[in-house]
């Protein structure tokens, strides 16, 4: 692979030097601990709705997903429009409700509703369990764009990568992450575009890459009612509609999103966010799907490859040469390193690093609020954490960057690949108790702690079970014992959990007693009122 360009190196740096700046001049908005955990409700719709979208959308996004489209082939281009499709049902489900009731923690609702504070405890483990796998993906993800592009050493990577998030984390809390996740968003979004119309420019126009895509991969564009499928993970609309359910439904439930709905200005500002989250997203996806529908060629194609040769070997190599990462890691990288630009390759490092930095700064927010506020105060009444809020969530916020630094420096692959078990645990664990609550007046206590205790290891024992027995997590767990067939059914990061999850709620809330009237009309009747 060639040296590290001037282009590429230039972009980086203006781009660290950007958020840097950013998180600086936050600090001086930062007045109350309400500022530092929810931006003092001032966000408006189109900087929260690019928030929204940088910090949804994880590394997984930018660095796996081309890989994943071209050995899944089209059918996988609606699990991808699934998030989008999602988005604008989070508006109804959870947005405008959640901003109503104008909370502070994500484990706030679940203490009034159900009328029981000892919830922060159970709703905070679950969370932190998944900020602990997301946080170290984010720093992997930072590291491997660093390394791939700008070949910085991965362990300079990650420390580079850890101390510039909590540089601005730390300084001003959630106001300079929502704005530094808007410009990432930006960022992010614009180099998406810009690689994807460099390579239909390439391959011809948006027929000449149809053709080529179609020459070099005959399977590609069929669907699971072809005799040939594409592949077996995307073979059966079964599978098909598994994967598009399962990110259907995560954005309207997942702590990192659900808080950014309680730094809006009002209900009104809630709705449009979405609708701005909707469109940049949307773009960015369309960037997406058409890199990686090429991406096999390029890479086949790319200086690395030749002729014949086979991507999946180059992308192997690349993991060989670096060290780290699994091969899919390197198909954005690759794609795009066979046009032989570098401004477009460091417009890329810079997009790959603000939705890594997007994502590990989310997710530090909702856990420092969680410790420090709900833990440290509102449970433990911890006198330091009534007096110094701030100062305890930047200790915090420090504290959970480091531990995702630390695992990081030497990532075992299973602990990347569970970030795919958490999206799934936390909401078939604790979103049906968020989406119930708001929408079900019978909604109990008990169903709240049972289904969260319950969903969370048997969808650890199912995933794990999958991934290590039956050979990867989207068979279904039980394939072996009903069908005689690890590969029989497809059940993309054991989806099958979330809807148990709700019909488990269900079940044991008709079985218990009801919460006290009062919590259910002021948490639940009057928050969905006219939303």
């Given at each position: 692979m060639a040296a590290v360009e001037a282009p590429v190196v230039g972009i980086t740096v203006l781009y660290f030097l950007a958020i840097v700046v950013i998180g600086y001049y936050s600090r001086q908005r930062l007045k109350s601990a309400t500022d530092y955990y929810v931006a003092g409700r001032q966000i408006g719709a189109v900087v929260n709705g690019l928030a929204l979208e940088?910090?949804?959308?994880?590394?997984?996004?930018?660095?796996?997903?081309?890989a994943y489209i071209f050995i899944l082939g089209y059918p996988f281009w609606w699990a991808m429009s699934a998030i989008i499709a999602g988005m604008p049902i989070a508006t109804l489900l959870t947005a405008s409700a959640l901003r109503k009731y104008a909370p502070t923690s994500f484990a706030d609702y679940y203490a009034?509703?159900?009328n029981d504070q000892n919830l922060r405890w159970l709703v905070g483990i679950v969370t932190v369990i998944g900020a602990v796998l997301y946080i170290t993906l984010s720093i992997v993800g930072m590291a491997l764009f660093l390394l791939a592009i700008a070949k910085v050493p991965y362990i300079i990577g990650v420390v580079i990568g850890t101390i510039i998030v909590m540089l601005y984390v730390v300084w001003g809390g959630m106001i300079a992450t929502s704005w530094n996740a808007a410009f990432q968003a930006f960022l992010m979004t614009v180099a998406a575009v810009i690689a994807a119309i460099a390579i239909v420019v390439k391959l011809g126009g948006i027929g000449g890459f149809y053709e080529a895509v179609l020459a070099n991969n005959p399977k590609f564009w069929n669907t699971p009612s072809d005799p040939q499928v594409p592949h077996l993970l995307s073979g059966t609309w079964i599978a098909v509609i598994g994967w598009f359910f399962v990110w259907h439904y995560g954005f309207a439930?997942?702590?990192y999103t659900v808080v950014r709905f309680f730094t809006t200005m009002d209900?009104?500002?809630?709705?449009?966010?979405?609708?701005?989250?909707?469109?940049?997203?949307?773009i960015f996806y369309m960037a997406l799907q058409i890199i990686g529908a090429a991406s096999k060629l390029m890479i086949e194609t790319g200086p690395m490859g030749g002729q014949g040769a086979n991507a999946v070997a180059i992308l192997k190599n690349y993991m060989a040469q670096y060290g780290v990462g699994g091969w899919p890691d390197y198909s954005m990288v690759a794609a795009v390193e066979a046009l032989q630009n570098p401004w477009i390759l460091g417009i890329l490092c810079a997009g790959g690093l603000a939705i890594a930095m997007s994502t590990a700064a989310g997710w530090v927010m909702v856990v420092n609020t969680l410790v420090t506020r709900d833990w440290g105060d509102l449970m433990l009444r911890s006198k330091f954490a009534k007096e110094n809020p701030i100062t305890l969530a930047r200790i915090v916020s420090v504290i959970f960057l480091l531990v995702g630094l630390a695992i990081a420096i030497n990532p075992p692959g299973l602990v990347l690949d569970l970030s795919g078990w958490a999206f799934v645990v936390i909401i078939s664990a604790l979103g049906p108790g968020l989406i119930l609550g708001l929408w079900w007046k019978r909604a109990t206590r008990t169903a709240m702690w049972a289904t969260a205790i319950i969903m969370t290891p048997l969808h650890l024992y199912a995933w794990l079970k999958a991934k290590l027995v039956l050979g990867h997590h989207a068979f279904f767990f039980l394939n072996d014992v009903l069908f005689g067939n690890p590969k029989a059914l497809i059940?993309?990061?054991q989806v099958w959990a979330i809807p148990v999850g709700f019909l488990l709620f269900i079940v044991?809330?008709?079985l218990t007693k009801p919460v006290e009237e009062e919590a259910v009309q002021k948490y639940c009747v009057e928050l969905t009122e006219e939303v």
């Open positions: 940088s910090t949804y959308l994880s590394p997984a996004s930018m660095l796996g997903l081309p009034d509703r159900y439930t997942m702590p209900i009104k500002t809630a709705r449009r966010s979405i609708f701005w989250c909707t469109l940049a997203a949307g059940t993309p990061h044991i809330s008709l």
